[in-house]
Structure formats: C-alpha cells, structure tokens
C-alpha cells in the first residue's frame, strides 16, 4: 500500500531540489543525486511498513 503522504513528500522535496537547480544554488547532477535518494528512503519506508516495521522520527529515516 503506498501512503498519499509519502507521494506528497517526493513531490514536494523534488520540487524543493528543482528550485535550488532554478536559483543556481546546486548543479543538475547533484539534484539528480538528491532526487534517487529522496526516491530511494521512500522506498526503504514504504517496504518497511509492507512488512509491519513502523519508525519513529529520529530513527536515521
């Protein structure tokens, strides 16, 4: 099951990263590499969740 909340997040951290591309502040590539990994720790917590394992803020999530 894929949590709306999580899709939010994605959605809003790329956009974060485009406008950080947009004002110069970062390079494509390092947005690229922020975006797999923005991708990559929704994934991890969608699997986490799909096999019952829940954490809490603070736990390197």
């Excluded at 797999?36 to 799909?50: V, W």
């Amino acid at each position: 099951m894929h949590s709306s909340g999580g899709r939010d997040k994605i959605i809003v951290g790329n956009s974060i990263v485009d406008k950080e591309v947009g004002a110069g502040l970062i390079t494509q590539q390092q947005a690229d590499a922020m975006k797999s990994s923005i991708d990559l720790r929704q994934q991890y917590s969608e699997q986490a969740l799909a096999n019952g394992q829940v954490f809490d803020p603070g736990m390197g999530i």
